[in-house]
């Protein structure tokens, strides 16, 4: 038995049951599906076999405290993938192992929704580079001990894939393949039930094509159709084009819209029991092919439907998930300075098994959508829709003496709601007059980003400070979109300051990777570290206590985080005046409390006190 059919026949009964309970017993389409995995395995080159081997003799090989994240988008960092090759070293220079490379695969310019609009799944926009370039960049990264990870578009392909062209002349076989309606009869019963994604700028579900005079399923843009999963030939072709992306060198698979791929009139298509079925599926299909790849689960929802993502320890799903709650609830906090719903947030998170491995980020790509807990801040007179005007008045700049400078985006105000871009650096003030105060909160938020369990992900030009750019509003083809004032180019002449302290630039950075550089060599920020709520006596601040007690190793640190623009004074349930010497893990001085055990922090001063056990 080879290493195919070893891995095959551990997964095959499970398989063949949850292939044959979505498409009915469709022997021929599984018999494919398991020559297709096939296929795949012979293709994966050696490199990446031995790559494979040795991530399954260490499983947990990404849930360590080494792993810290960078998301870019290529032509935004260096116009093109070679270009992103020849900048490596700056890469590894922000202490950087994961690289997460925005979507680069063809789309049609002016229709692509920032790449999410895939017309070849195999195809690399020309003006980014080739397949090859790609695969050379995967190699070079593993070289040098970095991840690469790449969205994959399960939900939709553009107007323009070759799909859709043969489906718009009205071939029956392709028209299957999507969401293809004689009239608005059922797309009417579908509406329904289904909520809009983005009502301002691409409102309802369904767009009417007139090449093929028929109504067709477009649940995010117009040019964006939905796969019909329901058809297994569609699921086996994309799963033979997700593992074609990994057997380019790609080791983390963002599964991009997840919970929308599976459709059932009635409902609101979203999180129905076959998407778990056809993820499961798609884990054990990775697990046969390329054991060395991990799915990335893109699940921006509330904590309730985003943790079944991960699956059982049983049937895993997803190695990987979003704190997309965390990072919402963080700018809450900015805008509040009260963190009573971030206490609220992490109580749940730190319950959740230490196997789950979340990404924790400050910004994306996307915006911010403000998905807080609103049956927890009603509890406090907080009303929703007000609260929701609150936050986006505030990081507008419009609220008083605002310092933050955003845009929002889709904004409804039949809905009282809108979401939020900006960069990091322009969400907390740098261009306002207080550039202090701004980049003592950025450099704070990033404390607490590191803080957390699973793997920090920084959104490139956030380690320079980046601010936003307003020159998307002259180009025609973003102006309609303000996610772009957060996705202008890397700024080459900021990060060229990188090493002068007198400039923002310069501080933010030196920060940024000197937390990098202490997290990656303290076993107490490992994922498998004890994570609580320590209790401040003051809502302004954030306690949180990790522990690590392995092997011989014992560590304990104690993190404060001042959300607060004015000194704030805690008394903390914690002894620093006991047994264990605390020191400052940032300046290394030896660290106590006052006589009755109260710590003082200056306006968004954060504190790591460590203590060797």
Known sequence: MNEFESRLSKHYDELKWLYYELYGSDKQAFDYFCYML?????????????????????????????????MMYTECFAKDLKGVKSHLDYVQECGVSYLHLMPLLDTPKGRS??????????????????????????????????????????????????WAKR???????????????????????????????????????????????????????PY??????????????????????????????????????????GTNCRNLPQVHTLVRIMRMAAEIVCPGTLLL????????????????????????????????????????????????QLESVF?????????NYLRCHDDIGWGLDYDFLRRFGIDEVAHKKFLNDYFKGDFRDSP????????????????????????????????????????????????????????????VAQPNDYTYHDDPDKAVDS?????????????AKRNDLTTPEGRVFDAVTRLVRLRDTQAVFSNSADTWLVETANDHVLGIGRYYGEKTQKEKMLAFFNFSDEPQTITTSENLGGLFQYRNMITGATFRANSIGQIRLEGYQFLWLLADL
């Open 167 to 221: 489906a718009r002349k009205g071939e029956k076989e392709f028209q299957d393949r999507y969401f293809f309606f004689d009239s608005w009869e059922i797309p009417k019963q579908f509406e329904q039930n289904l909520p809009e994604v983005f009502p301002t700028t691409a409102p309802g579900n369904f767009t009417f094509n007139e090449e093929s005079g028929k109504v067709v399923m477009t649940t995010f843009y």
């Open 404 to 463: 933050s400078r955003g845009e929002t985006y889709n904004d409804a105000p039949e809905l009282g709601d809108a979401r939020m871009c900006g960069t990091t650096a322009s969400l907390c003030g740098i261009e306002s007059a207080n550039k202090e105060m701004a980049i003592k909160l950025d450099i704070m938020l990033h404390a607490f980003l590191m803080t957390q369990s699973g793997i920090p992900v920084l959104y490139s030009g956030d380690e």
């Open 224 to 265: 964006q159709w939905d796969l019909n999963y329901r058809n297994p030939v569609v699921f086996n072709d994309m799963t033979e084009n997700m593992l074609y992306l990994c057997n380019q060198g790609i080791d983390i698979i963002r599964l991009d819209a997840v919970p929308y791929i599976w459709k059932t009139l």
């Open 351 to 359: 319950a959740l098994p230490k196997e789950y491995v979340f990404l």
């Open 113 to 162: 929704d920032g790449g999410y609009a895939v017309s070849d799944f195999r195809k690399v926009r020309p003006d980014l580079g080739t397949m090859e370039d790609l695969a050379s960049l995967c190699a070079e990264c593993h070289s040098r001990g970095i991840s690469v990870c790449l969205d994959f578009v399960m939900n939709h392909t553009s107007e323009d894939h070759a």
């Open 483 to 495: 996610r772009y004032v957060h996705r202008g180019a890397f700024s080459w002449e900021n990060a």
């Open 38 to 70: 096939k296929k795949c395995w012979e293709e994966r080159n050696d490199l990446l076999r031995e790559l494979d081997e040795a991530r399954e003799n260490v499983p947990t090989w990404y849930a360590g405290n080494d792993i810290i994240g960078m």
């Open 297 to 344: 689960g893109e699940v921006v929802m509330e904590p309730s439907k985003v943790v079944p993502y991960f699956g059982t320890v049983e049937k895993p799903e997803c190695n990987m998930l979003y704190n997309v709650t965390t990072m919402a609830s963080t700018w809450h906090t900015v805008a509040t300075q009260d963190t009573r719903l971030m206490k609220h």
